[in-house]
Every structure is written in structure tokens, then in C-alpha cells.
């Protein structure tokens, strides 16, 4: 069975402190990772996909890497609106269609 | 605004009851996705419909049930419904059937007393 692990389960940072997310994970055959943001009550909102090692992806303060065992969530200079929680989800590279979760790591960003 | 919506937003129902949850996916979205998230489990897949098919079950129980009209727009069922099955439930599309992005919708927040 697919498994994905993302530590840490909570982060503090200060204003500007730069810090990384982790997301390790055991799936046969991987067709996709993706990262999604969710906040409070509200639906996760899809970041990025990656789909081979060394890839990368960056939007704004964001920046997803990919690696054969894990991906990491890179986080510059935060500012309090990046707080959230961030989700790792795995697709793997079979008929089957569904997105296997992580529990998450909330960030929570101090002006 | 993923273009996703569901409704309705919040629902309270006492157990043993049956409850009807609504999604519309994105414009030109086939797929739609059901999930579940509960604070100890995380978000748990449920079902996917393709096209008004049925194409992947996940974790779903027997008394919930789901659809996909030919307008696209799904119906999740839950039946004889228990403490456990409050949650938030959401909706999700994607354009085809091995598309790999899925969009969220905001979701329902279901609580059985």
C-alpha cells in the first residue's frame, strides 16, 4: 500500500525565516507527486506537480523538489499569509486514479 | 476559486439519518473525485467517477453511495448515518480520465449529533 510521510507535523517560523517542508513516501511505480495548500474549513488548493527526480517547481515563496524517495516544500522568506497547511499527495502508475494523502504539515508564519 | 462548488456548506443531521451532498465540477472537467477528511484519518479518497462511470472505489463504506448525472454534476449519498461519518467532504475534478491535477471544491462539513 502506498505510504507518505510528512514531517515535520507543525512549524513556526518567524517573518523571513526560511525553512523546508518534507514529504517521503513508498508507492509502486510513481506517476505523480503533487502539493496542495489548505487552510482552515476550506478546500486544499493545488500548488504543484512534479513527476520525475530533479525535477523542481517555484511559485512565488514556494519551491517543490523531487527526489526517488522524497520531495520537499521549500519555504523563503515566509510571510504570515503562508501559513497553512501543506499537503504531499502521491499518484501512482497504474489504473488506479485516486490521490494518496499525507496528514500534512501546518505552518504557522509570526510577523 | 478552484471552479469547483459544492453544496451545501455545513449540514447537521441526528444518526441514522440519510443525506444528500452536491458537487459541480469545473467547466469541462469529466472526472469528479469524492474524499473524506476526519481530523484522525486525513484525506481519504472514496470514489471517482469518469464520464457518468463509476472508475476507482477507495475507502467507502456501503452505506454511502455516489452518482455522476450526464450533466456531470454528482451526488454523494450517505445513509444510515453514525457519530463517526462527521467530516468534511469534498469534491474534486479533473479534466480526463488518468488527468492527473485534481481541483478541490470547498467542501461540506457534515456533523451528525
Known sequence: ?111 | DSGVTQTPKHLITATGQRVTLRCSPRSGDLSVYWYQQSLDQGLQFLIQYYNGEERAKGNILERFSAQQFPDLHSELNLSSLELGDSALYFCASSVGLRSETQYFGPGTRLLVL
Open chain 1, 1 to 111: 500500500e502506498d505510504q507518505v510521510t510528512q514531517s515535520p507535523e507543525a512549524l513556526r517560523l518567524q517573518e523571513g525565516e526560511s525553512s523546508s517542508l518534507n514529504c517521503s513516501y513508498t508507492v509502486s511505480g510513481l506517476r505523480g507527486l503533487f502539493w496542495y495548500r489548505q487552510d482552515p474549513g476550506k478546500g486544499p488548493e493545488f500548488l504543484f506537480t512534479l513527476y520525475s527526480a530533479g525535477e523542481e517547481k517555484e511559485k512565488e515563496r514556494l519551491k517543490a523538489t523531487l527526489t526517488k524517495k522524497e520531495s520537499f516544500l521549500h519555504i523563503t522568506a515566509p510571510k504570515p499569509e503562508d501559513s497553512a497547511t501543506y499537503l504531499c499527495a502521491v499518484l501512482r502508475g497504474s489504473n488506479d486514479y485516486k490521490l494518496s494523502f499525507g496528514a500534512g504539515t501546518t505552518v504557522t508564519v509570526r510577523a
